[in-house]
């Protein structure tokens, strides 16, 4: 019995930093969610070692070690808040192990995200946004509104056919130079840059970012060099498609 509670309770561990992982959360966040929810199952030896990729878990010395990959990242924010909200009800013994363990794999089966129409939308009223604040013109509103959409219109559909990050990103940055310079010289707008800039803001690794700036300043080197490093190439394709665009 003793056995079978420590493989459920490694489960439900892994389950829980998989999730905050895939989702965007910090690396200390989520080796501080796993050990506090090992330690309110009295499993005060355990050790958690997570990267962007993967994570390394163990119960302690005569325990197995475990190791769990993360194959995908998105943000998904709603969901880390979940999982916090997981964590917080088992430390505190509103709910045991395995109530934990049941409501965590309903929050990694269930689809947190708006339609795509309605992130399509947000995306556009976003990109608008960005444009007056960039202290752009009002008639640039709508330019920017349909490139700042269609850019996220094309990251999703293209990354979810190819699973290439850098490449999906590169042609959403490529649509966004093109209707931006298209509406430019039919007079349908009179500032291009600000009409570009206020339309690639949607797909700007913000968050990616603060992620791995915190994971540094946390001492977590490897985590935020391997972030750093993503948001580097995220910024490059956008920047690369943008120049491709308006080198012709």
Known sequence: MNAEHNEMAIECFLLAGRIMMESGAETYRVEDTMLRMARSQNMMDAQSYVTPTGIIFSLGKTQPTRITSI???ITDLHRIVLV??????????????EQAYYELKKI??????????????????????????????????PAAFVAGGLGLYI???????????????????????IVASMAVHFGLGTQVDKIIIGSVMPLVPGLL????????????????????AEAFLTAFAIGS???????F
């Open 71 to 73: 194959s995908t990242r």
């Open 84 to 97: 916090n909200n997981v964590s917080r009800k088992l430390t505190s013994q509103i709910i045991t192990l």
């Open 108 to 141: 990694e089966t269930t689809n947190y995200f708006l339609p795509i129409i309605i992130q399509v939308l947000t995306a556009s009223i976003a990109s608008s946004c960005f444009l007056l604040m960039f202290k752009g013109v009002v008639t640039d509103i």
């Open 155 to 177: 990251v999703t559909v293209i990354h979810q056919i190819t699973r290439v990050k850098f490449f999906s990103e590169f042609m959403a940055a490529l649509a966004v130079g």
């Open 209 to 228: 970012i603060t992620n791995a700036v915190r994971d540094l300043m946390a001492g977590h080197f490897t985590a935020g060099m391997a972030k750093g």
């Open 241 to 247: 498609g943008i120049a491709f665009v308006l080198s």
